[in-house]
C-alpha cells in the first residue's frame, strides 16, 4: 500500500546543478541587468504617457467646471 511518504522519498528533492564559467556568468549577469534596465526604460515611459494623458484630462474638466462655474454665477446674478 502506498502512503504519503513514498512520494516524499522517492521524488528527488534537488534541483539540477549548472557549472559555468567566471566570464559565462558576467556575461549572463550583464544580459540580465540590461533585460531589468530595458524594462525600467519602459514602465517610465508608460508612467510619463499615463501621468501626461490624466494631467490633460484634469486640466480639460477644469476648464470644464470653471466654464459651469462661470454660467452657473452668471445667471443667478440675473
Do not use: C, G
Amino acid at each position: 500500500m502506498y502512503s504519503m511518504f513514498d512520494l516524499l522519498f522517492e521524488t528527488p528533492s534537488y534541483r539540477p546543478v549548472y557549472v559555468i564559467s567566471d566570464s559565462e556568468m558576467k556575461e549572463l549577469k550583464k544580459n540580465q541587468h540590461q533585460e531589468e534596465l530595458d524594462e525600467i526604460k519602459t514602465q517610465k515611459v508608460r508612467l510619463e504617457d499615463a501621468f501626461k494623458a490624466q494631467l490633460k484630462h484634469l486640466e480639460e474638466r477644469e476648464k470644464e467646471v470653471k466654464k459651469e462655474l462661470k454660467f452657473l454665477s452668471a445667471s443667478k446674478n440675473k
